[in-house]
């Protein structure tokens, strides 16, 4: 015998096996164009921006959301003939926010970027051989 049973906010359904034999009667709705909630893609049938596309990675609601969505949308909609020349500001904008928030934005070190050559050249012996030669004989 099947029966369900609150507990706080969820709801607990036990079904018996007889259950499960009788076949669903549940009907499937045709998918909506207009349904919000239907992943879109990145831009919507009617050319607007889906902030909530999962490839934005939550950059348009985090901390800096508004400043992202403000320098999103002028480059998207920027008619410049380089695309998005007109959008500095609110970039600049964006920037200056992400950097109040280093552990939710983390930026690379100019060290960082210096070693990467140097790993580079250890991963393979003839090249960092080749390296330290022109170093010395220079």
């Known amino acids: 015998m099947s ?3 609150q507990e706080g906010k969820d709801r607990i359904i036990f079904a018996t096996k007889e259950d499960h034999e009788t076949p669903s009667s549940a009907e ?25 596309c999962p490839c934005l ?10 400043q ?3 320098a999103f949308s002028c ?7 380089i695309k998005g020349s ?3 500001d609110q970039f600049r904008a964006m920037q200056e926010c992400m950097q109040k928030y ?13 070693e990467k050559p140097s790993k580079d050249l250890e991963a393979n012996p003839v090249e ?5 030669e022109e170093k010395g004989s220079s």
Not at 102 to 114: R, S, W
């Open 86 to 88: 007109d959008c500095v």
């Open 28 to 52: 499937l709705v045709a998918d909506d164009p207009d349904d919000p909630y239907e992943e879109q893609g990145l831009i919507l049938p009617n050319g607007d921006i889906n902030w909530n």
């Open 75 to 81: 480059f998207h909609y920027s008619t410049e003939e």
């Open 57 to 66: 990675g939550g950059m348009a609601s985090g901390p800096c959301g508004e």
């Open 3 to 5: 029966y369900c049973r």
């Open 102 to 114: 280093p552990d939710l934005y983390p930026q690379e070190d100019e060290e960082e970027e210096k």
């Open 128 to 132: 960092a051989s080749v390296a330290k």
């Open 68 to 70: 992202f969505k403000s």
